[in-house]
Every structure is written in C-alpha cells, then in structure tokens.
C-alpha cells in the first residue's frame, strides 16, 4: 500500500524559511517522479515544484522560482521542499504527490496517482 507523509509545515513570519518532507512507502521511490503542490482557501489546487527519478532534473512554478527547492533522497526514500523567503501569498496546504513508476515529472495534478495528506503552511506578514 502506498503511503505519502508530508510533515514540516508550521507558522513562519514573511522572510523565513521552512523545510518540508515526505515519506514515501508502498513502492520503488526510486523509481517514481515526484511533485509538490498546494492549495489556498478558496483557490484550485496549483503546481509548485516537481522532481525527476534520479532527482537530476526539476522544474518550479514561476511563483516559486528561485525561493523554493525540490530535492529528493532515495536511500531514505523521502522527498524535500526547502522553502526560503516566504511571502504571505505561500499560505497553504502543501501536498507532495507521487506519479506511476517510470512515468515523466508532470505539472499537473492528474500526472499523479497518489497524494498526501497535506501539511499547513503559514506565513504572517
């Protein structure tokens, strides 16, 4: 059974950082894309980052480009979001997802067949 875990979430005023990580279990990491995504309060969920199987390629949202960075450890099989000067606006639900085995990284929520269960983030202005 496939489990996704993200943990790292919290309150953080604007300019701070915070780390998030998830779990992963129940198949190859290894060999599986990975992505994180978030939803705000009254907004779809949107693409923020994604992660190739060997980790050697990502790609980032604009929103997110240049403060955020995705990376991955597949000998702890737990994927990475560092996340440097936040802005109120990064306020949200952040989920890391995880795509079939073998598939490309996607921007886009349907490239992925299962989620976690989110962890909060807060940034206060």
């Known amino acids: 059974q496939v489990q996704l875990v993200e943990s790292g979430g919290g309150l953080v005023q604007a300019g701070g950082s915070l780390r998030l990580s998830c779990a992963a279990s129940g198949r190859t990491f290894s060999r599986t894309a990975m992505g994180w995504f978030r939803q705000a309060p009254g907004k779809e969920r949107e693409f923020v980052a994604r992660?190739?199987?060997?980790?050697?390629?990502?790609y980032y949202a604009d929103s997110v480009k240049c403060r955020f960075t995705i990376s991955r450890d597949n000998a702890k099989n737990t994927l990475y979001l560092q996340m440097n000067s936040l802005k109120p606006e990064d306020t949200a639900v952040y989920y890391c997802?995880?795509?079939?085995?073998?598939?490309?990284?996607?921007?886009?929520?349907?490239?992925?067949?299962?989620w976690g269960q989110g962890t909060q983030v807060t940034v206060s202005s």
């Open positions: 997802a995880q795509a079939p085995p073998y598939d490309s990284p996607a921007t886009y929520a349907s490239g992925y067949d299962y």
């Open positions: 992660i190739s199987w060997s980790g050697g390629r990502t």
